[in-house]
C-alpha cells in the first residue's frame, strides 16, 4: 500500500470524524453491510479523484468492503481533512492528500491515484478524467498532461469499464468530452440523479457555503445584501438558505427562465455591474469563468465579502483582484484583504477556492448519504452493463433513485402513502 498525507498520527482523530458521519449516513450502511456480505466489486481496482472528507472515507471503505482495491487523490488542494486522510491511510486506501497541496503535487496525486490502473474511475469535478483523456489523445496542453505524462502511459484508458462523476462543473466538461467525439468510456453522471442534485446540491451547498462564510468570518447574515452568482440548484440552495437568515438576496442570472424563476420565489434579480454597487456578500455559483472581474470589484462597497461555491476558483478573478489591488493582507487562515486603487477593501474567502469545504467541513453527512450511495450504486451498475455501455455520458436508471428515497425515508421513520391497486390502473390508463 501507499500513501502520501499530512500527518500519519493524525489517523485516530479521523477515526472518530468518519465514526461521526457513518452514524448519520443510513443509505450507506445499508449497502456497506450488503456489499461487504457478496463482495460484488472483488478484484476490481477503483482510481477515486474526490474531496477527502470524513463522508467521501465512508464511501471508500464501502468500496474496500465490497472487494475493491481504491486509490484517492484530492479533488482540491484546500479540501482535505487531514485527519481522515491519514486514518483512511491505515485503513488499506492508497491515499495521497493533504491540505494546502500547491498545483504540481496536486495533479501528482491524481496521477499517483490513476497509476493502480484502474477499471473505474471516480471523480468530482472532472480533473482525474480529463489527465486520463488528454493522454489518451496526446493533447500536450496543461500541467495535468505533463505530470500525467510522467505517471501514466497513453493506454490507460484501454482497461476502463467506465466512470462515475459527482458535481455540476464534471458533468459540464464531460459533456463537452461527448460532443467532440473525445469520450473513451462510459460515464454516469452521479450529480444528475434526483436524490443527489435536489438535495446534496440545494440542502448540502446551501447550508455548508453560509457555514464557511461565517466560521471564516463571523458575520451577522440578518441584514446583509447578499449577491448570490446562478440559480441552479447550488444557487438556489444558497439564496434560499441566506434569506432564512434574514438577508436581503439579489439573484445574478444570465438564463431569462431561472432568472423569472428566482424573481417569482421573491428574490431581486439583476446583472452583476448592478449587484457589484449594491451588495455586501457575493457568493458566486455558476460553473463559469470571470463571474465577478475588475470592473465590478472597483465598483463595490469597501467591506465587501466575496466567496466562491462553484468546484474550481475561476469564477471569481483573483488574477484580477491581485492585478487592481495596491496591497494585501491575511487576515485569518481563509480570510485576505485587498485595498484597492480607491482605498475600498475586498475581503477574498479562501483564495475563491469552494468556500465549503476550504472554510469549512463540505455539507452534512446526511445530505452526502444520498449522494454517495449513488456513488456506490453507480459502480456496481457499471460493472454489470459496461460491456453494453457506449462511450456516453449517462444518468442512473430512476429505479436507483428511488430506492435510495426508500431507504432513507424508512431510516427517518416516515411512512409514505401505497397506491391502490385501482389507483395504478387508473394512472396507466388513457381511457379514464
Known amino acids: 500500500m501507499e500513501y502520501k498525507v499530512k500527518d500519519i498520527s493524525l489517523a485516530p482523530k479521523g477515526k472518530l470524524m468518519v465514526e461521526w458521519a457513518e452514524q448519520h449516513m443510513p443509505v450507506l450502511r445499508h449497502i456497506r453491510q450488503k456489499y461487504s456480505e457478496e463482495k460484488p466489486l472483488k478484484g476490481i481496482k477503483i482510481a477515486a479523484c474526490m474531496h477527502v472528507t470524513k463522508e467521501t472515507a465512508v464511501l471508500m471503505l464501502t468500496l474496500r468492503d465490497a472487494g475493491a482495491e481504491v486509490t484517492l487523490s484530492a479533488s482540491n488542494p484546500l479540501s482535505t481533512q487531514d485527519p481522515v486522510a491519514a486514518y483512511l491511510a491505515t485503513e488499506g486506501i492508497n491515499v495521497f492528500a493533504w491540505r494546502g497541496m500547491k498545483e504540481d503535487e496536486y495533479f501528482e496525486a491524481i496521477a499517483r491515484a490513476a497509476s493502480i490502473g484502474p477499471n473505474i474511475t471516480m471523480d468530482d469535478g ?30 490507460i484508458a484501454k482497461g476502463i469499464y467506465g466512470g462515475t462523476e459527482e458535481t455540476t462543473t464534471g458533468v459540464i466538461r464531460l459533456k463537452a468530452l461527448e460532443k ?41 447574515f440578518a441584514g446583509k445584501n447578499v449577491v ?21 438576496v439579489l439573484v445574478v442570472e444570465p438564463d431569462p427562465i431561472k432568472a423569472l424563476e428566482a424573481y417569482y420565489d421573491g428574490f431581486y434579480v439583476s446583472d452583476m455591474s448592478t449587484a457589484a454597487e449594491w451588495g455586501d456578500v457575493f457568493i458566486t455559483a455558476t460553473g463559469n469563468r470571470d463571474v465577478i472581474r475588475a470592473e465590478h470589484f472597483l465598483k463595490m462597497k469597501s467591506g465587501a465579502i466575496l466567496a ?28 485576505e484583504e ?14 475563491g477556492r ?44 430512476g429505479s436507483i433513485d428511488r430506492k435510495i428515497a426508500y431507504i432513507k425515508l424508512k431510516a427517518l421513520g416516515v411512512k409514505i402513502e401505497k397506491l391502490t391497486p385501482e389507483q395504478k390502473k387508473y394512472l396507466e390508463s388513457w381511457s379514464g
Open 126 to 155: 472532472g480533473d482525474l478524467t480529463v489527465m486520463i483523456h488528454k493522454l489518451a489523445h496526446g493533447i500536450a496542453e496543461g500541467i495535468d498532461y505533463r505530470i500525467g505524462k510522467e505517471f501514466l502511459s497513453s493506454d
Open 180 to 220: 467532440d467525439g473525445k469520450l473513451l468510456y462510459p460515464v454516469i453522471a452521479v450529480n444528475d440523479s434526483k436524490t443527489k442534485y435536489m438535495f446534496d446540491n440545494r440542502y448540502g451547498t446551501g447550508q455548508s457555503s453560509l457555514d464557511g462564510i461565517l466560521r471564516a468570518t463571523n458575520i451577522l
Open 228 to 248: 448570490v452568482a446562478g440559480y441552479g440548484w447550488v444557487g438556489r440552495g444558497i439564496a434560499w438558505r441566506a434569506k432564512g437568515l434574514g438577508a436581503r
Open 308 to 335: 466562491n461555491a462553484g468546484h474550481f476558483n475561476v469564477e471569481i478573478s483573483v488574477a484580477d483582484l491581485e492585478k487592481i489591488a495596491v496591497s494585501k493582507r491575511k487576515i485569518n487562515e481563509n480570510v
Open 338 to 351: 485587498y485595498l484597492l486603487p480607491n482605498n475600498k477593501k475586498l475581503y477574498l474567502i479562501a483564495e
Open 354 to 397: 469552494l468556500v465549503n469545504l476550504a472554510a469549512a467541513e463540505g455539507h452534512p453527512s446526511e445530505v452526502m448519504d444520498l449522494s454517495f450511495g449513488n456513488q456506490a450504486l453507480a459502480v456496481k451498475t457499471l460493472l454489470k452493463k459496461h460491456m453494453s455501455l457506449r462511450p456516453k455520458v449517462y444518468r442512473l436508471p
